[in-house]
């Protein structure tokens, strides 16, 4: 079965600051999901990776899909409070909606 | 539209006894999976629906059960609670598609499920 691993586990940055979170599978990755989530609640979906070397953004998120080294990383701009939360990475091999999820990254912004 | 909606949204049972959790999904959308969260374990995959069928099942032992209503509505049941069973129960919409990647996958707020 495929396996997520996310780096890191968990991140403190203060309130400007760029960061970026990997998430890496034990299987070639044929697309990613990327959520955040706030403590205790629902995951709110971000973007969806489809194809190797592919890249979105969304206001101040980017994600990028490496296919060769099995691994996509999520990349935040000039960080803000509001973007503390859990960060979640998805994939569906299988392609019927039975998403493996990644072990999760802990983001914590300083004011 | 309206988002995923889960009810109830806290719940607390005592072992042994059961649970049914409800998940109305995104209009229009025809596939629900349930997924359990817990601290140790992180997120893992239950079981989807479509159309009424069962189309994929995770790794939980028969206590975990589940169905699809004609109107796409899904129940998960749990018989038998555990303390291991105290989780996030989560649940998630998407339109159906088949193939990699075709659908996003919407999530609810979840069912909070403390079991004493």
């Known amino acids: 079965s495929q396996e997520l691993e996310q780096s890191p586990q968990s991140l403190i940055v203060q309130e400007g600051k760029n960061l970026t979170i990997n998430c890496t599978s034990s299987?070639?990755?044929?697309?990613l999901y990327w959520y955040k989530q706030k403590y205790g609640e629902g995951l709110i979906f971000l973007m969806m990776?489809?194809?190797?070397?592919e890249e979105k953004s969304h206001e101040k998120i980017t994600a990028k899909l490496d296919e060769k080294k099995q691994q996509s990383s999520l990349h935040i701009t000039a960080s803000q409070p509001s973007h503390a939360g859990i960060y979640l990475c998805?994939?569906?091999?299988?392609?019927?909606?039975?998403?493996?999820f990644g072990t999760g990254t802990k983001l914590q912004v300083i004011p | 539209k309206a988002g995923v909606t889960q009810t109830p949204r806290y719940l607390i049972k005592t072992r042994g006894q059961q649970v049914t959790l409800s998940c109305s999904p995104i209009s229009g959308h025809r596939s629900v999976s349930w997924y359990q969260q817990t601290p140790g374990q992180g997120l893992q995959f239950l079981f989807e629906?479509?159309?009424?069928?069962?189309?994929n099942k995770g790794n939980f032992p028969g206590r975990f059960s589940g169905r699809q209503f004609s109107n796409s509505r899904s129940e998960m049941n749990v018989s038998t609670l555990e303390l291991g069973d105290s989780a996030l129960y989560l649940c998630?919409?998407?339109?159906?598609?088949?193939?990699?990647?075709?659908?996003?996958?919407?999530f609810g707020p979840g069912t909070r499920l403390t079991v004493l």
């Open positions: 998630a919409s998407s339109p159906g598609g088949q193939g990699r990647l075709k659908d996003t996958q919407y």
């Open positions: 990776l489809q194809k190797g070397g």
């Open positions: 998805g994939a569906d091999p299988g392609g019927y909606q039975k998403v493996t």
């Open positions: 299987k070639t990755l044929y697309g």
């Open positions: 629906y479509f159309s009424e069928t069962q189309r």
